[in-house]
């Protein structure tokens, strides 16, 4: 199970080496549940990543409010950990607040757009870029 994004971002400031951020993200990326063969349908692919990286968003409407629910996966231990953190950061939030939220801002918060490679960065973005289209997607069929 993953932590929650405030304790993610604690984590990272107490993480002072970049080789133990890079095995803290490696470790994120393991606690995500397997990915089941659904998960890897060409529709939940994300374009513009080097490595094969798959978000499957969904709005959970049982509560009072709905909530975003997100699954992921990559075939990339680093790449996975990135994705943790983008569900770390919006798994449980309505829609409308996840389409408010930027996620690059946190990735520079963390410092990883300096010591990920430029393909990665762009990986990043096209995440964030996915989820923040179906965030706001799902936000207009609220109403």
Known sequence: MLPPIDTIVEDFAFIDDWEERYRYLIELGRALPPADAALHAESNKVQGCASQVWLDLDVDRSGPEPRLRMRGDSDAHIVRGLVALMIALFDGKTPRDAAATDAFALYTKLGLG??????????????????????????????
Not at 117 to 125: D, E, H, I, L
């Open 114 to 143: 300096e010591h990920l490679t430029p393909q990665r960065s762009n990986g990043v973005r096209a995440m964030a870029d996915r989820i923040h289209r179906d965030a706001v997607r799902f936000a207009g069929a609220q109403g």
